[in-house]
């Protein structure tokens, strides 16, 4: 929250996490009357990393430009009250879900058979992002490249030494995600036995800044990192091997020894939404880009400090082409 190109730099393929979306919630109203949203309010509920705020600047500046929408509102909300609010009505489409909330597809999403089973289950498919999310251990090249068999956990874990810190005692350091994103590496260093501890970043921002000084400084590290990510055109990364990932390799959560999915990032609607919301609902279910595409706006948000409505625009205005698609057919 597949497979898009990865970056040019970036030496295998990566991603995100996590657990990842962005929602939009229409007023009742355009859900009621099937308008297409021009005297309705579009809120668009974005989740804690860039990509997803990529997603959601761009939705709102077509909407409001294209589609008459006179009220285009982001806010920020973890994945798992996303779904609630899609489930309840009071978000109407989810722009980009990582697979990372199970318990929550299987209570809200509309399995399409009908029957008082499905009464309560207010969600249905949006169709794919176009974006395939990645997440792995990744360690900077530059280190990979003198030590290859830190590519492997087995000599990960014997050079665990060098990524030790003052903040990790005698074990290495491994650098968290978010608490909001999914994750399993507390329980992988635990099953696989080594002798790391996981240091939490708190937030991507945080998480990126500690990579870069990291790179800046060529000090060894390891984190846990994804795909899409506009940091990866700008350091060089290398895929720590985990165990290949099967279909409930990661149930329990506790008895995880695999590695993560690679997650075709999909988009979820409202049922009454999907079915009278009009050209707003047909606009998001069209809404499909690459992960390049995500990553050019990211980086100008996170990287080169343009707004979220500036970044958009720049690129809205210079792909057209791609977005006229999106377009509700007239």
């Known amino acids: 929250m597949k497979p898009s190109k990865p970056s ?19 007023s009742g109203c355009a859900a009621e009357t099937g308008k297409t949203g021009g005297s309705d ?11 997803a705020q990529a997603n959601a600047e761009v939705a709102k500046v077509i909407l409001e430009e294209e589609l008459d929408v006179k009220k285009v509102t982001l806010k920020t909300m973890d994945e798992p009250i996303a779904w609630d609010a899609l489930n309840n009505g009071k978000a109407d489409a989810i722009l980009e879900d990582w697979d990372g909330q199970p318990e929550k597809q299987k209570l809200y999403l509309d399995d399409g058979k009908g029957g008082k089973a499905n009464e309560d289950k207010r969600v ?10 990645h997440i792995g251990w990744f360690i900077p090249k530059y280190y990979a490249d003198k030590h290859p068999e830190a ?50 970043t708190g937030n991507e921002a945080a998480q990126i800044k500690e990579i870069q000084q990291k790179y800046k400084n060529k000090q060894p590290f390891i984190t846990y990192w994804w795909d899409p990510q506009w940091l990866n055109s700008d350091v060089e990364l290398v895929e720590v091997k985990l165990p290949e990932f099967k279909e409930g390799c990661n149930e329990p959560a506790a008895k995880t020894e695999c590695g993560y ?10 049922e009454d939404f999907a079915k009278d919301g009009g050209e707003a609902a047909e606009f998001l279910k069209n809404f499909k880009w690459t992960t390049e595409q995500q990553n050019e706006v990211a980086k100008w948000i ?21 977005w006229e698609a999106w377009l509700p057919k007239k």
């Open 151 to 200: 590519t492997t956990l087995e000599g990960l874990n014997k050079l665990a030494k060098d990524f030790k810190t003052s903040e990790s005692g005698d074990k290495g350091e491994f650098l968290g995600a978010a608490p909001s994103y999914t994750t399993y590496d507390e329980h992988l260093i635990k099953n696989h036995k080594l002798n790391f501890k996981v240091k939490e």
């Open 8 to 26: 040019k730099r970036i030496s295998t393929t990566l991603v995100a996490g996590v657990g990842v979306l962005g929602v939009v919630a229409l």
């Open 302 to 322: 996170a990287k080169d400090k343009m707004s979220g409505e500036q970044a958009a625009k720049k690129w809205v205005k210079e792909n057209k082409d791609v």
């Open 41 to 51: 309010e579009v809120t668009i509920t974005v989740p804690s990393w860039v990509g």
């Open 261 to 270: 999915a690679n997650t075709p990032l999909q988009k979820y609607l409202n």
């Open 124 to 133: 249905v498919k949006g169709g794919d992002l176009g974006v395939t999310g």
